[in-house]
């Protein structure tokens, strides 16, 4: 029996979710929560049961007021990150879909999904899988491509972003430090970072790389 902890603020829909569920002979609706706090200590309780896990998946609305569910998909992975999570939503594929993969979901599903897709995905995340319908991985396909497509530095980080261009204007890693107000050894934490994610080896091709990208002006 997959035991599966539901996640939404609203109580008509977990009873529904609950309703659709119970009728499935291999899922078992464990616990629900009505928003982000209460589902974190929820899951802290089953989790550490004394007879083990006491949830297999977490079906989880992104959609919440306070702490929405993806601020909450990426704590549960942060504490367990064995304990899938299948996202939930009324919104469009594209508005959420791949950002909550990214950050660690067994797959996303919109609430208008057939009973049985929802089971499917269910078993789909407790087996290990990740469950895509047609359209998110269309989604995850495109975005993978864009994202090979751009320029190494789009991929920086904006506080990365602030030092990658002190940098290629020739400022010392102390300078930085102090316009940024960070310690030095952030700083070169970061330069360490910015190097890797360019493909750099030291300041003078960092440069260089920012030149040609024009970054910067010469």
Known sequence: MIKVMLVDDHLIVRQGLRQVLGDVDDLAVVADAAD?????QLVRQLMAAKEGPGVDVVLLDIAMPGRDGLEVLKQIKAEYPRLPVLMLSTYPDRQF?????????AGYLNKSADPDDMAAGLRKAVSGGVYLTPS???LLA???SEVRDKPAHESLSQR????FRLLAEGQSVGQIAAALSLSSNTVSTYRARILEKTGTRNDVELALYAVRQQVVAV
Not at 36 to 40: I, N
Not at 97 to 105: E, I, K, P
Not at 160 to 163: A, F, I, L, P, T
């Open 36 to 40: 982000g706090v209460q589902a974190m």
């Open 97 to 105: 879909a791949v950002r909550c993969l990214r950050a660690g979901a």
């Open 136 to 138: 998110v991985a269309e």
């Open 142 to 144: 495109t975005s993978l």
């Open 160 to 163: 990365e972003s602030q030092v």
